[in-house]
């Protein structure tokens, strides 16, 4: 059973445009949710990460925008460029489980 | 500071063949874990080793997989039979040790195993 459903699977963005990924989630009990980057040839990284008791956290071009009520979560690349090309996991974790739960990745390609 | 290192980077192995992979944590750190990604799929928990004891093998798929982390230190996955399902990408994490760390999770580059 998944715990953490992601879309879109692969996702082309012009240079400059918005590049938003999605996640929703069942387990009430997840505390943490990180979205991780991974470029090919390289393990995933975390890149920034929210804990539900707020809506959105920003960190330069990437804010993670979270609603509690509907156990979802996303991730909003604004001015995206080629360089943010990767894969994107979405994460939860939580106290029951002591285990990261990720979705199934979402392929980004920035074009020029 | 060196990463995560995990060796080697691809293997490709007959099925009922064993192979063995091999994590190296960054120096310090006394979580490891293990995932595993099969193609096109979520990254799934194996095992969580705090220095040398399993705290947690829950996502361990069957008993053909065995992981051990003498001395505390760098990590082995043995595979013993490999069957085609189990071909992914296996990767290995580390953290440190406090309440906190284990959002705080530094992944190693991966291990891509190909059973055919």
């Known amino acids: 059973q998944q715990q953490v459903k992601q879309s879109p699977q692969s996702l082309i963005v012009q240079k400059g445009g918005i590049s938003i990924i999605n996640c929703a989630y069942e387990?009430?009990?997840?505390?943490?949710f990180p979205w991780y980057q991974q470029f090919p040839g390289k393990g995933p990284a975390l890149l920034i990460a929210?804990?539900?008791?707020?809506s959105e956290k920003k960190e330069g071009r990437f804010t993670i925008s979270f609603n509690k009520s509907a156990k979802q979560f996303s991730l909003h690349i604004m001015d995206s460029q080629p360089g943010d090309s990767a894969t994107y996991f979405c994460?939860?974790?939580?106290?029951?489980?002591?285990?990261?739960?990720f979705g199934t990745g979402t392929s980004l390609t920035v074009i020029p | 500071e060196a990463g995560v290192t995990q060796f080697p980077s691809h293997s490709v192995i007959e099925k009922g063949q064993t192979v063995t992979l091999r994590c190296d944590p960054i120096?310090?750190?006394?979580?490891l874990y293990w995932y595993r990604r099969v193609m096109g799929k979520e990254i799934k928990f194996l095992l969580h080793?705090?220095?040398?004891?399993?705290?947690?093998e829950s996502g361990m798929p069957n008993n053909r997989f065995l992981a051990e982390r003498t001395g505390g230190t760098y990590s082995t996955l043995k595979v013993q039979p490999a069957e085609l399902e189990d071909s992914g990408v296996y990767f290995c994490?580390?953290?440190?040790?406090?309440?906190?760390?284990?959002?705080?999770?530094?992944f190693g580059p991966g291990t891509r195993l190909t059973v055919t």
């Open positions: 929210i804990r539900p008791d707020v």
């Open positions: 120096s310090g750190h006394d979580n």
């Open positions: 994460a939860a974790y939580g106290n029951t489980g002591n285990q990261f739960y």
């Open positions: 080793f705090v220095k040398e004891s399993k705290q947690d």
């Open positions: 994490a580390s953290s440190l040790d406090g309440l906190a760390d284990v959002y705080e999770q530094y």
């Open positions: 387990n009430t009990a997840f505390d943490y």
